[in-house]
């Protein structure tokens, strides 16, 4: 296997496309994971905010992950 430096780079990124990782569950054999199945997993200890002011409010610093209350959506603290 070649250096990852060594690899060019993908502009185009899609759900379908793969990352390698380690599955915890399974003896930490190494696995392929799709970008969709990452992006879709639940986060269910992200904090819920109505907006960003609240987020501040809340204690969240700048960089910060939250969902939007209501939307499903997920906001970054500014």
Not at 12 to 24: E, P, V, W
Not at 49 to 57: I, K, Q, R, T
């Amino acid at each position: 296997m070649a250096k990852i430096s060594s690899y060019s780079t993908d502009n185009t990124i899609s759900y379908s496309d793969k990352l390698i990782g380690t599955d915890a569950q399974d003896s930490n054999n190494t696995k392929n994971y799709t970008i969709g199945s990452i992006l879709s997993m639940p986060l269910p200890n992200v904090p819920v905010y109505a907006n960003n002011a609240a987020a501040l409010a809340g204690g969240l610093v700048v960089g910060n992950v939250y969902r939007i209350t209501g939307t499903g959506q997920l906001g970054v603290v500014f």
